[in-house]
């Protein structure tokens, strides 16, 4: 069973950075494609950014220029660079996996993390 933690988050000032990273116990982590999402209170889980197995990146057009997605597959680790914040980026970030290709919809994947609370205060 492929199990993923994520770890990084935390409250920061309009502007500021975290980063987020995702380590999953899979042995074949490099043939899978990982993906971010978040879910602010009340809204739907959203797509933000997603990696896939040859380090293929995709991101949500709200993140473009201010995420970075990237993956260490000696260390089973995904991360994701957060800069230039803001409120609206308020929100559970959760890390999902699949096989090879990203999906933009989180019912494609089938192994989550238990998420990290990121809070931008204005």
């Known amino acids: 069973q492929v199990q993923l933690v994520e770890t990084g988050g935390g409250l920061v000032q309009a502007g500021g950075s975290l980063r987020l990273s995702c380590t999953t116990s899979?042995?074949?982590?490099?043939?899978?494609?990982t993906a971010w999402f978040r879910q602010a209170p009340g809204k739907e889980r959203e797509f933000v950014a997603g990696?896939?197995?040859?380090?293929?990146?995709n991101y949500a057009d709200s993140v473009k220029g201010r995420f970075t997605c990237s993956r260490d597959n000696a260390k089973n680790t995904v991360l994701l660079q957060l800069d230039n914040l803001k409120p609206e980026d308020t929100a559970v970030y959760y890390c999902?996996?699949?096989?090879?290709?990203?999906?933009?919809?989180?019912?494609?994947?089938?192994?989550w993390g238990q998420g990290t609370q990121v809070t931008v205060s204005s």
């Open positions: 999902a996996a699949r096989p090879f290709t990203i999906a933009l919809l989180s019912s494609g994947y089938g192994y």
């Open positions: 990696i896939n197995q040859q380090s293929g990146t």
């Open positions: 899979v042995l074949s982590f490099s043939t899978y494609a």
